[in-house]
């Protein structure tokens, strides 16, 4: 009887835990990791202050882990489009068309993810999920010189560069200013632009052969 | 008399100013960002805790200044070689060069300054730093594209794109896990090597003509 009532608590704990980290994630996703206050947030969750505390030792605690499961399906969204069909520069174009549209439809979400200054737990993360992209890039980059796609000196430094280059174009044209300016119809690139731009920019970097043809 | 008394106070205030923020700049070089406390600072510069919290209101700011002062040294050495002579790719090449040498000098400010989890005004800088560098970047593309050196479509995407690629490419070498791995003989490439690829993955995205001669 008494393992029964502790399972079933701890069943409630993880429900009332998940019930936290969907609130806080659509917070985020309305108005950046600035929206995610404990307060704000136990009153989403309609909790006392004190109770969400019990689950989550600080802000910068559980924006880490909003900041990692938001991540992570986008890792995994973009390792099955590297992992897929076709060459290896097809594979590429088509992940970047990918991630920059997810991106581009929630704007205020990626910007969070990507650059919002936030609680040195995020940057942490951030540092971490880094790699993560790096690794799949890495794997997508063996694949493409062993085909002889790519011509590539360094795999990992490469990998490094395709990370950083993603990001930072991103990070333009998805930051809060950018968006005002867009707003305001003096926005810069759209989406299919700014995908075709990226694109060649990174093929051309891994010295590809030919032009990916976008499938 | 009370003018000159005010005058003589606000220059002794400057210059205990400039001592913290000299002091604390050392200890960023030395450990980074987490070896910026206000208790060891104050220590250091041979102040009350409290004497420091007059000049800087808390831990972010003072930091946040510290990594301002640094990154503007950065954007300035930049600025110099890329508005130097030669051509756009040679110059390219040249300030490519430059900025990984200053960071592989001093690798742990490197670090602290591109990608060291820290407080959220210092990810703030991070961003105006960042479309500092941008800038200067734009402004070579527009000369390199004008003397038809550099086949770009969009100059600010691109520049975008070689912010992140650099500042990228250097964490990975730079972080003290890959300086461990270095220390220990196991290590990735050194200084040449990087130089050499970041120079072929930037000037290979610009679509430029020839490979730079190195100047």
New interface residues.
């Given amino acids: 009887m008494a393992y029964r009532t502790t399972a079933s608590r701890i069943d409630r704990d993880q429900a009332l835990r998940s019930r936290i980290l969907a609130c806080a994630h659509a917070r985020v996703v309305e108005g950046g990791f600035a929206a995610l206050t404990m307060q704000a947030l136990a009153e989403d969750v309609g909790i006392a202050t004190g109770s969400l505390y019990r689950h989550f030792g600080n802000k910068g605690e559980l924006a880490a882990e909003v900041f990692a499961r938001a991540s992570q399906l986008e890792v995994d969204s973009l390792a099955d489009v590297l992992c897929g069909e076709g060459s290896a520069a097809e594979r590429l174009a088509r992940g970047l068309r990918q991630f920059a549209a997810r991106a581009w439809h929630s704007r205020r979400l990626a910007f969070a993810l990507i650059?919002?200054?936030?609680?040195?737990?995020?940057?942490?993360q951030?540092?971490l999920y880094?790699e993560a992209y790096?690794e799949l890039f890495c794997r997508l980059l063996e694949d493409g010189r062993a085909r002889g796609e790519f011509q590539v000196?360094?795999i990992?430094?490469?990998a490094?560069?395709?990370?950083?280059?993603?990001?930072?174009?991103l990070?333009?044209?998805l930051?809060p200013p950018a968006r005002a300016l867009r707003e305001a119809g003096q926005g810069?690139?759209e989406l299919e632009?700014?995908c075709?731009?990226?694109t060649?920019?990174?093929l051309?970097?891994?010295?590809a052969s030919q032009p990916a043809q976008e499938t």
Avoid: K, W, Y
Wanted: charged share 20%; glycine share 6%.
């Fill in positions: 650059a919002e200054p936030v609680d040195p737990e995020v940057d942490e951030r540092l880094r790096a000196p360094s990992s430094l490469t490094a560069c395709l990370v950083g280059a993603i990001a930072e174009s990070v333009g044209p930051s810069p690139d632009t700014v075709a731009n990226l060649t920019f990174c051309r970097a891994l010295g």
